[in-house]
C-alpha cells in the first residue's frame, strides 16, 4: 500500500473559543503506483490533508501509514518533527498551487534545493534529465522570474520528483494555469510520477481534471467533516 | 547544494544589504585591530626595553622622560648639560686618579651624547666613534669590518666566559642602539673623532638627499650636491632666523637603516661641536634677537647685568664665549652707553639684515685651531665642555641599579636614568590607559555592528519566511533553517572581521609610515598578535548571538500558515 490513513482527526481553535474540526477521515488508502484525484471544494479540508499527509502539520490523532522503498511502512505520525522532516524531504514530492520556486535561485538550483535535505548527495545529472523531460533543457539557468508560468510550475514538478519519491501530494497544481498548459503539466505529473514508480495523490476542484484520473474520490466521502463542518463549544483537549 | 552554497547564495541575493553590513564590521573590525596594534606596539615604540644601553647621565634639572625622549627619541629640548668630566670618568679604561670615581666594576661602555644644532630640521648628535663600535680614529675594533659589521671568525662578547670556546678571540663590546643589534655602516667610513666630519641616518640620507664627500670635489660644490653640511644652530622655527654655523662637515658614512628615531639624526665628532665660536655667543645672540637688542651696543662692563635681566646665568657662560662677546662689545662700544637696563633695551635696533649677518659671520674668528694632523683643538678648554647627556652600558642589571640608586652621591652634577623603566612608566600611565580607551570605543562599535547584523538579518528572515516555510517543506529541518541563518550571521562577521583585520593593519601601515616619517621608528604592522585572532573569534561570537535572534525566528515560523500566504 502507497499510503494508509486511518482514524485521521485534525481539529483547529477559532479566534472565538471555539473548535473547528477540518479533518475526520476515518479510513483511505492508494495502493502503490495508484494515481488518485481527489475532489472537493474550496475549505472542504484538502490542503489541510496534504499537510498532515506530508508531515507539515501534525493531526491531532489517527495514524498515516507511508510506504518507502528503504524504511517500509512508516506512520509519519508517530515520527519526531526532525524525522518527519527528512522523512518527507526523501520519499514525499509536494507541487503546490503556485509553484513556491525560490526567487533567488535558477530552475537547475531549485531542483537541487529539493535534494538538498535528504542527507544524501545531490545528483545534478538527474536534476537535469529531469528538467529535460519537463522541456526545460534550454532554461536551466533560468531564474523563475524569467520563466513563464508554466514553465515555473514545470521547475516545481520536477523539483518534486527530485528525489524518486514514493507518493507525490498535488495540491491544485493546475490551478493558477490555462486550460491547454493545465492539461500539459498534468499530463507531466503523471508520466514522471509513472517513470519514477510513485504513487500520486492529486486534490482540485476541477472535475475535468480529476475525470483524466483512473480513480477519483470525492473529499466529502472520505472526511465526516468536509460533509458537516460543525463547531463545539467545549476547547479542544 | 550545500549549506555554504545556500547561505552564500543567499547573501548574493541580498548583496547591498549584505555588504553594507559587513562594511560595519569590517570598520568596527578594522578600528579596533588599529588600536590592538598600537597597544602592542606603543611598548616597542615608546617603551622600548631592548636598549642596547641602560642607563642616560643627564642634568639632575629637567624630568628623567625629559631626557629620556630627548636622547633616546630625539624628541623635546634638552633638559640642560653636565660638565664633560664625568663622562671622562665613566668612560675611563684604567684606575681613576686620586679623588676621581671607579666606574670600571659597572660601566662596560659609554657614549658621549651632544644636541643642540640642527641641518634642515633634523638634529646633529655630538658623539664619539664608540657609539658605532670604531676608535677615535674611526677604525673598527677587533671584531668587525671597516663598516662595523661583525666578523664571523669571533666570539660574540654577549656569550658568558664559560660558554665561549676557548683559544678563539672575542670580539669587543660595543655600544648597541638595541639589545644585540649594533650600528652598521651602509657605505663610506666611520667619522674620526677629531674632524669635521659626519656619519648620517639612513633617512637623513634618503631624505635630504645627501651623499658622501666627494675629494675630487671643492668644498663649495660638495655642499652644493650634499656631500657636506652646515649647521644650524638649534631648531630655528619657521619665523626665525636660522644662526648657521661656519664651520662644514663633510659626509663620510651613511648608516644601514636602524628603525629607530637615530636614522633621521646626523652624527658628528662631539669636538667638533666645541670648536663653533657662535656657539654659546649663539644662545646669547638669539636671546638678544628676541629682545630686540643689538648686542654691539652693550658696553663690556655691563654685559653680566643684560644677560641676567634676560635670564641667563652669567656663571654657565664659558670664558670663551664670554671673551667673544665683550671684544665684539667693546669693538663698538658706544659713546655714551645707557645707564638703565630697561632703558638699554629701549634704545635697541633692529635685527641685522640678512647682508649685514653675512658680513657679521665673515668677521667670526674661527673658536679652533687645528693641529699638525689636521686635528681639530678647540680654544675651549676641556674643562668647560659640556655635554647633554651620556649613554653607558652596564655590566650588569646590579651594576644598572647601582648606577641609577648612587650615582647622585657620587656627583650631584647629574643624575642617572633607566630609560627603559622611565618609558615603561610613561607607557602604564599615558599611552596604556589612552589604548585601552580606544579599545573601550572600539568594542562598542563591534557592538553596533553586531546589532547592525542583527537587524540586517532579522528584516530579511521577515522578508524571507515563505522561502523558509519551502525549505521546510523540502524536507529541511529546523535545526537546519537555524543552521543556515546563523551561519549566514557568523560569515558576515568572519568576513567582516577578517577584512577588518587586512584594514586595521593597512591603517597602522599608514600609521606606522607617519611614525617613520616623524620619529624615525615604525611599527610592525605585519604581524597578527594573539589578540586579534582573539577579537576576530569575539567579533565572531557576537555575530552568531546577533543571527540567533533572527534565526530563531525562522526557527518558528509555522511552515502550512506561510505556505499558504500569497
Given at each position: ?237 | ?125 655630538g658623539?664619539s ?7 677615535n ?54 667619522f674620526k673623532s677629531k674632524k669635521f666630519e ?48 661656519k664651520p662644514r662637515w663633510n ?17 658628528i665628532p662631539y669636538i667638533s661641536l666645541y670648536a663653533i665660536a ?88 674661527d673658536a679652533f685651531h687645528l693641529d699638525e694632523k689636521g686635528d681639530i683643538i678647540p680654544d675651549l678648554?676641556p674643562?668647560?665642555w ?181
Open positions: 500500500m502507497g499510503l494508509s490513513i486511518s482514524a485521521l482527526k485534525k481539529q483547529y481553535h477559532a479566534p472565538d473559543g471555539s473548535v473547528v474540526t477540518v479533518l475526520d477521515v476515518p479510513e483511505f488508502a492508494i495502493p502503490s503506483g495508484q494515481h488518485v484525484a481527489l475532489v472537493g471544494t474550496s475549505g472542504s479540508g484538502k490542503t489541510t490533508l496534504l499537510h498532515s499527509i506530508a508531515g507539515i502539520i501534525t493531526p491531532d490523532s489517527g495514524q498515516i501509514l507511508i510506504d518507502s522503498p528503504a524504511d517500509g511502512s512508516v506512520d509519519v505520525t508517530q515520527l519526531p518533527e526532525a524525522h518527519r522532516d527528512i522523512f518527507r524531504g526523501r520519499h514525499i514530492g509536494y507541487i503546490f498551487q503556485t509553484h513556491h520556486l525560490l526567487p533567488g535561485f535558477t530552475a537547475l538550483e531549485n531542483v537541487l534545493l529539493g535534494m538538498s535535505f535528504t542527507g544524501r548527495r545531490a545528483d545534478p545529472a538527474w536534476a537535469r534529465e529531469l528538467l529535460g523531460k519537463v522541456g526545460l533543457s534550454e532554461r536551466l539557468d533560468y531564474k523563475p522570474g524569467k520563466l513563464s508560468v508554466g514553465q515555473q510550475q514545470r521547475v516545481a514538478v520536477a523539483r518534486a520528483l527530485a528525489n524518486k519519491p514514493s507518493l507525490v501530494l498535488a495540491d491544485e497544481p493546475t490551478g493558477a494555469l490555462d486550460s491547454e498548459t493545465a492539461a500539459a503539466v498534468l499530463a507531466l505529473i503523471r508520466d514522471l510520477c509513472t517513470q519514477v514508480g510513485a504513487s500520486l495523490l492529486l486534490v482540485t476542484h476541477d472535475r475535468d481534471i480529476a475525470g483524466q484520473f483512473p480513480r477519483q474520490v470525492d473529499l466529502a466521502s472520505i472526511n465526516l467533516a468536509a460533509k458537516k463542518p460543525f463547531r463545539t463549544a467545549q476547547p479542544a483537549a | 547544494m550545500n549549506l555554504f552554497q545556500l547561505v552564500s547564495k543567499q547573501m548574493r541575493q541580498r548583496a547591498l544589504s549584505t555588504w553594507l553590513t559587513l562594511l560595519s564590521v569590517l570598520l568596527g573590525v578594522s578600528l579596533a585591530v588599529a588600536i590592538i596594534i598600537l597597544r602592542r606596539e606603543g611598548p616597542n615604540l615608546f617603551g622600548q626595553r631592548d636598549f642596547g644601553y641602560d642607563i642616560l647621565i643627564g642634568p639632575p634639572k629637567g624630568s628623567p622622560l625629559q631626557l629620556t625622549l630627548n636622547t633616546v627619541y630625539h624628541m623635546d629640548v634638552s633638559p640642560g648639560v653636565i660638565p664633560f668630566a664625568i663622562y671622562d670618568d665613566m668612560a675611563r679604561k684604567t684606575a681613576p686618579p686620586p679623588g676621581r670615581p671607579d666606574f670600571r666594576p659597572y660601566v662596560r661602555n659609554a657614549v658621549p651624547f651632544m644636541v643642540g644644532d640642527s641641518y634642515r630640521g633634523r638634529r646633529l648628535i658623539t666613534p664608540a657609539m658605532f663600535g670604531f676608535d680614529d674611526g677604525k673598527p675594533l677587533a671584531g668587525y669590518d671597516e663598516l662595523g659589521q661583525p666578523l664571523p671568525d669571533f666570539v660574540d662578547w654577549h656569550l658568558d666566559e664559560d660558554q665561549r670556546p676557548r683559544g678563539v678571540p672575542v670580539r669587543t663590546s660595543t655600544m648597541e642602539y638595541r639589545l644585540n643589534q649594533k650600528y652598521e655602516l651602509a657605505e663610506g667610513r666611520m659626519a656619519v648620517i641616518g639612513s633617512d637623513v640620507a634618503s631624505q635630504l638627499k645627501l651623499r658622501l664627500y666627494d675629494p675630487s670635489l671643492s668644498v663649495e660644490e660638495n655642499e652644493k650636491r650634499g656631500g657636506a653640511f652646515r649647521a644650524t644652530h638649534g631648531m630655528p622655527g619657521p619665523n626665525e632666523t636660522p644662526d648657521v654655523h659626509v663620510v658614512g651613511i648608516l644601514k637603516p636602524t628603525h629607530t628615531a637615530n636614522d633621521k639624526v646626523l652624527f657662535e656657539h654659546e655667543a649663539g644662545i646669547i645672540d638669539q636671546t638678544l634677537l628676541k629682545a630686540n637688542i643689538d648686542p654691539s651696543r652693550i658696553p663690556p662692563e655691563r654685559v653680566d647685568e643684560v644677560l641676567v635681566k634676560l635670564g641667563i646665568d652669567p656663571q654657565n657662560v664659558p670664558e670663551s664665549v664670554r671673551r667673544k662677546f665683550k671684544l665684539k662689545a667693546a669693538a663698538t662700544a658706544p659713546a655714551a652707553a645707557p645707564k638703565d637696563v630697561d632703558e638699554l633695551m629701549k634704545s635697541a635696533t633692529p635685527p641685522p639684515t640678512a647682508d649685514e649677518a653675512k658680513h657679521d659671520e665673515a668677521e667670526d674668528p678648554p674643562e668647560e659640556m655635554l647633554s647627556a651620556i649613554l653607558v652600558q652596564s655590566r650588569s642589571g646590579f651594576a644598572t641599579e647601582r648606577l641609577k640608586f648612587n650615582f647622585k652621591v657620587i656627583d650631584d652634577r647629574a643624575t642617572a636614568v633607566n630609560p627603559a623603566g622611565i618609558m615603561r612608566e610613561f607607557f602604564d600611565t599615558f599611552l596604556s590607559g589612552t589604548a585601552n580607551v580606544l579599545l573601550l570605543i572600539a568594542a562598542f562599535v563591534s557592538v553596533v555592528a553586531a546589532a547592525s547584523i542583527l537587524t540586517t538579518i532579522y528584516n530579511s528572515v521577515s522578508a524571507r519566511l515563505r522561502e523558509i516555510a519551502i525549505l521546510r517543506a523540502l524536507g529541511a529541518t529546523r535545526a537546519r533553517i537555524l543552521t543556515i541563518i546563523c551561519t549566514e550571521a557568523v560569515l558576515i562577521g568572519l568576513l567582516g572581521g577578517l577584512l577588518g583585520i587586512v584594514c586595521g593593519h593597512l591603517l597602522s601601515a599608514v600609521g606606522s609610515a607617519f611614525l617613520q616619517r616623524t620619529m624615525g621608528q615604525p611599527i610592525n604592522w605585519i604581524s597578527v598578535g594573539p589578540l586579534e585572532w582573539g577579537y576576530l573569534a569575539l567579533v565572531v561570537g557576537m555575530a552568531f548571538v546577533a543571527g540567533l535572534v533572527p534565526a530563531l525566528k525562522a526557527y518558528r515560523t509555522p511552515v502550512a500558515e506561510n505556505l499558504t500566504v500569497g
